[in-house]
Each structure stands twice: as structure tokens, then as C-alpha cells.
């Protein structure tokens, strides 16, 4: 098929979820001039919020720190993944952003010339196979940490002979009926935490089964700050910001205590759990971690309604791994067969490199695992490419503002210096640096992390060499952060 001229825009973004939406504000705002295009893979704007559409989906983080720093949240603190999409298409309308999203617009290659000063991107769009070609002076990559084509999916042994319905929450089909039906839910992560409430009054039963606990904490959906300064009926950026600075406060607190005083914390999140937890209820087996607090998310249980579930006797858990599949369930070691019509798998995702696109620079295609990552946001010797990582502690989208804030700055010495091309390059004093994982296991060790440190770019010992940091540093750093230190050529 013929490849399609699609023009030259100033600036690609590659992902329409919540990091390019902001990205795309922060442009517009400081560089209204300029050309752009946002190219998304799926048939719609959201990413993570339009792939997520499993009954009860919502936020973990609350709102207030979740939605932008530009654009004030009204809501309750934690907001369903349909709520979180209105706010976006808020974000799109007030922007005018719509102009620029390209959905079904898969990115699949993307090739630097430094002679052209330009990335030649290829693009395969998903409604007719058309091959498209753009080319851009800045690639701006927001295509978020995961494949949203292919959830993780474990192997057991016999879902062959399974009779009943398989379920991934990443591919939740529209309309499941799950009246009177026996449900096994297979996880124990915040979708998990999150789904079996949303359908326990549905359901005959539902069973959460999980190889191992996680840690939960379960705050008022409403701070209780909120609801004070209700009465005040203050202006909507008032109380966006008062939010923001008080649910930050919070997640430093739990942050700092989990590497300092991480047995502290520990037996804060469990003792906290253990009264909403019906009687006698074995909080050892079901729901002590074998990790510290934070080595892994954190799920968040909105006012407990996970652990109402179980007090009504509506779902239970079983701590097990799983045998076999049967024909009518699952029967795990102990033995035990749990019946099953429909098994739900909340078992994770596939982590991708930057939207698994082949990229290649001056004829070379670039190998991320002998790439080191430029504060979290470039890539060594990959030229005008940015991308966006949040933070693993903190919401995602703090980082989104921090992050476009550098990168309009970066723009603005480009332009201030005449120059048209910007690249992270390793200066004398680095090049024997000590090279890292992309994550350190010590600090933060789920399995899709886990699965993928093979295939990800690295870090070094030193800044700005390092990335992962939590937003109560790089709060300061990244605004200060001196784009003139020899680590950045501009040509
Ligand atoms: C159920 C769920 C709940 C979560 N809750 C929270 C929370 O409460 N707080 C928090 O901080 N984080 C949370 N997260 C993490 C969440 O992924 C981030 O908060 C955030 O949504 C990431 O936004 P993003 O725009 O960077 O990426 P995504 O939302 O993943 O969107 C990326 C988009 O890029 C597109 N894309 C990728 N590759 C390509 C390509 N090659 N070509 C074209 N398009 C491409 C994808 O199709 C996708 O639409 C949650 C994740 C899940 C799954």
C-alpha cells in the first residue's frame, strides 16, 4: 500500500491519555504558534481511561493532585474513569485541543536525521491499514508505561477445559451480565480492590483470589478537610489548590515513612485495615504483605467498601495459587476447588518501551538497554525527544505539569540559541558512571516492572542522570534544573 505524506508539524505528541492532553495544554499555552499533532493508537482520547472501563473504575490517587495544576477539580476526591474522562474532554474543549487528536493513529517507527533536523514517523492507522508519514522537529513521546492492546496474562494449566467466562479488566466486554453469577476474581491489586466492590451486589458471590496479600488503605473518599471548608464556599482554584497541597502533604508522609520507618507503617496500613475486617478474620494470611510498604502500589480503598464486601459476606478471598483450571472453576494447592461462572483475570499488564516504537537515529536503531535516561524525561544520544513518566508514589499527573514546564523551557533555549536540534550526551566525567536498572528492585518491585527491566533503558549514579525520583524532590529540582551543565549539546 502506498504510504501517505501526512506533512511536517513543529511538534508530534504520541499518546492522547492524560500526559498528552497536558503536554498539549502546556504547548499551546507557551508556544501558541507552533504546529502539533497527537497521534493515539486507540479509537478514543483517555488512554488508561478509555481502556479501563470495568464496573467501578476509578482513581487511586485523589483528583486534586490526579487533575492538572491548570485546571481546578470540583468533584469528590477519588473519581470514576468516566468522571476523569469528562474532566479530560473539559481539558479538550477549553484548549480547542480537538483539532489536533488524531484517534486510530497507531505511531510504529520513528527515524532521526540529523541532517534533516526532523524525525520521519511512520504511522499505521487501525481503521483502514493506511500507511501514514509525518515528519516533526520534537517528538514528544506521552504513550504512557503499558501495551493497551495486550493486558499480562499468566499460563495455568487447564483454561482449555474451563467452561465459564474469562475476563481480562483491560478488555471488559460492554453489557456482562453478572446477575446470580459466581465470580473469581484473580488478583490482588488495586483493580482488584477496586472492581470486586463495584460488583459484589451483582454477583452470587464473589471470590478474590490472590497468590499473595497487598497493602491497602482505606481513607474517606471526602477529606475531611473538604467537607470543613465546604461551608466556606470558596473559589474553585482556592479549593483545588488548598486540596492539592494538603493530599501532597499526605503522600510525602507516606512516602517518607515507608523508607524511613517502614515497619511503622506497616503496622499503621494493617492495624487500620483490621477493624473494618469482619471478626476473627485471618489478617495474617489474607492480608500481610511479604514486602515492605511501597515496594509496591499501595491500594487505595475508598471509605473500605472492599472491606464492607466482605463484612456482608458478599466476596471472600482466597490466599492460594492456583493448580489448575477445571471445567466449572479453579482448584488451587491446598486442594480446594472454587467454583467459577465467570473468572475475571486482574492480573496486570505488559510494560512497553515508549509505545513500542522502533526507533532509529542517523541509520542506527537505537538499543534502549545501553541508553541512559536524562532525568526521566530524554534519553542519551536520542535527539528532540521528550517523554513522560509519572511518578510511581505520587499521581501520575504532577509530574505531567513538572515535566512540560522543562520542556517549554528546553524549547525556549532552543530558540533563544538559534538551535534546532537538542541531545543528551554523556560528558567526560560521566562516561565511566556506574549504570543502574531502570528500577531498583529495593525501592520499587511489581511484576510488570519485574518482567520488563530487561528490555528498559538505564540510569546512572548521578544527576541528571537518574529518574524515579519522588515529586518532594523533584519538585525543586526540576524547575531549577540548569539546562546549560555540558549534559545537554545544542547543535
Ligand atoms: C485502572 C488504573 C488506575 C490507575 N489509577 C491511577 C491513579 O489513581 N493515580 C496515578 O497516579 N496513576 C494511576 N494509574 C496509572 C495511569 O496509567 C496513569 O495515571 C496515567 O493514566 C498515564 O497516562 P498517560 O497519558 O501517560 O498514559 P496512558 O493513559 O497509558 O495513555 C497513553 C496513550 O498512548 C497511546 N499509545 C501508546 N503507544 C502508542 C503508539 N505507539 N502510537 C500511538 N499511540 C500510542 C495509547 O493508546 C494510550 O491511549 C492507573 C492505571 C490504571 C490502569
Same mark, same amino acid.
Given at each position: ?107 510504529? &517507527? ?92 451483582? &454477583? ?129 494447592? =491446598? ?68 515535566? =512540560? ?42 511484576? %510488570? ?40 549539546? %545544542?547543535?
Amino acid at each position: 500500500m502506498e504510504i501517505q505524506d501526512a506533512g511536517h508539524v513543529d511538534v508530534l505528541i504520541v499518546g492522547a491519555g492524560v500526559s498528552g492532553i497536558g503536554a498539549a495544554h502546556h504547548l499551546r499555552d507557551q508556544f501558541p504558534d507552533r504546529t502539533l499533532v497527537i497521534l493515539d493508537a486507540q479509537d478514543n482520547r483517555g488512554g488508561t481511561w478509555w481502556t479501563h472501563r470495568y464496573p467501578g473504575v476509578r482513581s487511586d490517587s485523589d483528583l486534586f493532585t490526579y487533575g492538572y495544576r491548570f485546571k481546578p477539580w470540583r468533584g469528590p476526591s477519588i473519581a470514576a474513569g468516566e468522571e476523569i474522562l469528562a474532566y479530560l474532554d473539559e481539558v479538550i474543549d477549553e484548549d480547542a485541543l480537538g483539532q489536533f487528536i488524531r484517534c486510530g493513529h497507531r505511531v510504529t &517507527a520513528a527515524t532521526w536525521s540529523t541532517e534533516d533536523r526532523q524525525w520521519t514517523v511512520e504511522v499505521t492507522r487501525g481503521d483502514t491499514g493506511q500507511q501514514l508519514r509525518y515528519t516533526t522537529g520534537f517528538l514528544w513521546m506521552c504513550q504512557g508505561y503499558y501495551n493497551h492492546a495486550e493486558p499480562y496474562l499468566p499460563r495455568w494449566e487447564g483454561t482449555d477445559r474451563f467452561q465459564g467466562v474469562m475476563v481480562h479488566p483491560q478488555r471488559w466486554p460492554e453489557g456482562l451480565d453478572l446477575a446470580g453469577k459466581r465470580v473469581v476474581v484473580i488478583g490482588s491489586g488495586a483493580t482488584a480492590a477496586t472492581l470486586i466492590p463495584a460488583i459484589a451486589g451483582q &454477583a452470587e458471590h464473589v471470590t478474590m483470589l490472590q497468590r499473595s496479600p497487598s497493602y491497602y488503605f482505606a481513607p474517606p473518599a471526602t477529606h475531611e478537610l473538604a467537607v470543613t471548608l465546604a461551608p466556606l464556599d470558596l473559589p474553585d482554584e482556592w479549593m483545588h489548590e488548598i486540596m492539592r497541597r494538603q493530599y501532597i502533604l499526605r503522600s510525602d508522609w507516606l512516602t517518607r515513612t515507608a523508607r524511613e520507618a517502614p515497619e511503622e507503617l506497616h503496622t499503621f496500613l494493617i492495624e487500620s485495615m483490621r477493624p473494618l475486617l469482619p471478626e476473627g478474620f485471618d489478617v495474617d494470611k489474607h492480608f500481610t504483605p511479604r514486602y515492605r510498604p511501597w515496594q509496591q502500589r499501595i491500594a487505595v480503598v475508598p471509605d473500605g467498601d472492599l472491606f464492607a464486601a466482605l463484612r456482608e459476606g458478599k466476596a471472600s478471598i482466597v490466599t492460594d495459587t492456583i493448580e489448575t483450571f477445571t471445567e466449572h472453576g479453579i482448584k488451587v494447592s =491446598s486442594g480446594a476447588e472454587i467454583p467459577a461462572d465467570i473468572v475475571v483475570t486482574a492480573t496486570g499488564f505488559n510494560m512497553s518501551v515508549l509505545g513500542d516504537v522502533a526507533f532509529t537515529v542517523d541509520g542506527e536503531p537505537v538499543d534502549f538497554t545501553e541508553r541512559v535516561t536524562w532525568r526521566g524525561i530524554m534519553i542519551s544520544g536520542v535527539p528532540n525527544m521528550a517523554y513522560v513518566f509519572g511518578y510511581l508514589r505520587h499521581s501520575w499527573t504532577l509530574r505531567v505539569d513538572l515535566v =512540560s514546564d522543562l520542556v517549554g523551557r528546553l524549547l525556549a533555549t532552543m530558540r533563544d540559541k538559534g538551535a534546532t536540534m537538542v541531545v543528551p550526551a554523556l560528558r567526560p566525567q560521566d562516561t565511566d558512571m556506574r549504570l543502574r536498572p531502570f528500577c531498583d528492585p529495593e525501592n520499587f518491585n511489581p511484576g %510488570y516492572v519485574m518482567r520488563t527491566q530487561h528490555i528498559l533503558f538505564k540510569q546512572g549514579d548521578r544527576e541528571p542522570w537518574t529518574h524515579l525520583l519522588e515529586h518532594e524532590q523533584e519538585r525543586d529540582i526540576l524547575p531549577k534544573a540548569d539546562l546549560d551543565d555540558g549534559t545537554l549539546a %545544542y547543535r
